[in-house]
Nanobody, 123 residues
Framework: VQLQAFWGGLVQAGGSLRLSCAAS????????MGWFRQAPGNEREFVAS????????YYADNVQGRFTISRDNAKSTAYLQMDSLKPEDTAVYYC?????????????????WGQGTLVTVSS
């Protein structure tokens, strides 16, 4: 499975962005998917995840209520809608495919990773 994340960019604080993650194979439709991010000098951290059928979603505390994860299995694509962005959301965002139909919060729960897309939030 190859993944590619799209539509990062520069946005002012309070603004919105919608990231997309396209998978190369429909195999990802049977697996959970997740979004992680890594700011300069920091470790990669969990942002949000979604089960294979979209019924279960999980969020990090610092994005809960502002970010929404979704997926379209017909398009083998996952999305991350980011609203009310803050400067501390600035990071490279990575999408990933889970090892199972469920989705987890740990890096080791995922075995396929995209190349990342940079999100910069200016104050």
């Amino acid at each position: 499975v190859q993944l590619q994340a799209f539509w990062g960019g520069l946005v002012q604080a309070g603004g919105s962005l919608r990231l997309s993650c396209a998978a190369s194979k429909r195999t990802s439709s049977n697996n959970g998917m997740g979004w992680f991010r890594q700011a300069p000098g920091n470790e990669r951290e969990f942002v949000a995840s979604i089960s294979w059928n979209g019924r279960n979603t999980y969020y990090a505390d610092n994005v809960q209520g502002r970010f929404t994860i979704s997926r379209d299995n017909a398009k083998s694509t996952a999305y991350l809608q980011m609203d009310s962005l803050k400067p501390e959301d600035t990071a490279v965002y990575y999408c990933a495919v889970s090892r199972s139909s469920h989705s987890g919060r740990g890096l080791t729960d995922y075995n396929y990773w995209g190349q990342g897309t940079l999100v910069t939030v200016s104050s």
